[in-house]
């Protein structure tokens, strides 16, 4: 059937103008991206997802039907990307069992409401977590853009894994030859697993269990010809040298067990451009778990600060991260802190929670800064990170595609 043109034009604009949301953020402090020195007074217009214009406030066009937030006192970032969680949480797992106001209150609580608007989770049962997803993705759900590894390869459990683990009768199976790793990775990826993680060290009872290197080097080998970078849980040296041997993109955690990083060891990270996820929070809440002294957690963190800062000032790329989902810290002001011992500056640590993950993650062209036609992926925060870093976890506004997915409580 053939439509009259006037009526064919009306029924195929009809959805743009339902739907079509103009958003204009003014008299902010913005910062664009990490390297270009903040905009005062300026002004950002957001049209459906997308970012139109920045620039001063002056200079940016009022759409008649755009709604206006005034910013005055206010600092504006590209949205946060948390490149380390989990989906493990009771209120998450098992997704099919919590309306959806559940599952928006933890997704708010966990990532939303501390500005993440692209989170990378880094072992989570794949079905449970592509269904979150689904639902944030067709507007069931408000949260943040998920990606995911689901399921990771170890040798063993991790022992602090086992009872989750049994308790949630969650299967993950532990692969032991080389054609069924491959398979493993092949079926995962078929299932939409966006990157591949394993456990180079795996912490047992007193010890640590490396993946087998022809396992390991299998598994990355056929993530990398699917196209999907590698996550590796490093623990010890070895697990280090491991990650490297096997071809591993990326480290979850700085290792907290044996010495320190040789220069040669982080030569030859920064040659095979691994990254690192700090996790430095993670540190004091095992410590925290396990009893030990003020002076012991002292040591620990002032090791892990110091790995951090080695590899930072070597000009490895870091990627924000925390491990939450696994820890149930969500608040991100430590994280900040310890980043700050380790010698990073507000505008590295903005790079690590935005352009850093964008370029690895491919995503560098439409998120990671505020320019026109980039996602329309926002933080507002109550002050300027520049003068007190603790500001990145003061968030008063959270935009994921144009849309405020979380405002913080008035006070
Ligand atoms: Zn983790």
Aim: net charge negative; proline share 7%; charged share 15%.
């Amino acid at each position: 059937m053939r439509l009259p043109l006037t009526l064919a034009a009306a029924t195929l604009l009809l959805p743009t103008i339902a739907h079509a949301t103009d958003i204009k953020l003014t008299h902010a402090t913005i910062y664009t991206s990490p390297d270009a020195p903040p905009l005062h007074d300026a002004a950002i217009l957001i049209h459906d997802n997308r970012i139109v214009a920045v620039g001063p406030t002056a200079s940016i066009p009022s759409p008649r039907n755009a709604t206006t937030y005034d910013c005055t006192g206010l600092t504006i970032t590209a949205g946060f990307w948390n490149s380390h969680v989990h989906f493990l949480p009771p209120q998450l797992l098992h997704a099919e069992q919590h309306t959806p106001a559940e599952l928006n209150g933890m997704l708010q609580t966990m990532f939303t409401s501390w500005g993440f608007t692209t989170v990378f989770d880094i072992a989570s049962p794949l079905a449970n977590t592509n269904l979150i997803r689904k639902q944030v993705a067709d507007g069931t759900l408000t949260g943040p853009r998920i990606f995911t590894t689901g399921e990771p390869f170890w040798a063993e459990v991790p022992i602090y894994a086992q009872q989750f683990i049994a308790d949630n009768h969650i299967s993950i199976p532990v692969t032991t030859t080389v054609p069924a790793a491959i398979a493993r990775v092949d079926q995962q990826v078929h299932d939409g697993a966006d990157a591949i993680k394993i456990f180079a060290g795996s912490i047992e009872d007193h010890k640590v269990v490396l993946l087998p290197a022809d396992i390991a080097k299998a598994v990355v080998d056929e993530a990398h010809r699917n196209h999907r970078l590698v996550f590796s849980h490093p623990t010890t040296i070895k697990g280090v040298e491991l990650s490297l041997d096997s071809g591993v993109d990326i480290l979850a955690h700085v290792s907290d067990s044996e010495g320190p990083w040789s220069p040669a060891l982080i030569q030859r990270m920064l040659s095979a451009h691994m990254s690192l996820i700090p996790t430095l929070t993670l540190f004091d809440v095992e410590a925290h778990r396990a009893n030990l002294s003020p002076q012991s957690t002292q040591q620990l963190l002032d090791f892990v600060v110091d790995q951090l800062r080695t590899y930072s000032a070597a000009g490895g790329q870091i990627l924000f991260g925390t491990d939450i989902g696994y820890i149930p810290q969500f608040d991100t002001t430590e994280e900040f802190t310890l980043m700050t011992r380790a010698g990073m500056t507000f505008p590295q640590i903005l790079t690590s929670l935005t352009t850093a993950p964008a370029a690895r993650f491919s995503a560098s062209t439409h998120s990671g800064r505020i320019a026109p036609n980039y996602d329309a992926d926002l933080v507002v925060l109550a002050s300027d990170p520049a003068t007190n870093i603790t500001a990145l976890s003061q968030v008063r506004y959270t935009l994921r595609a144009g849309k405020i997915i979380y405002a913080a409580p008035a006070k």
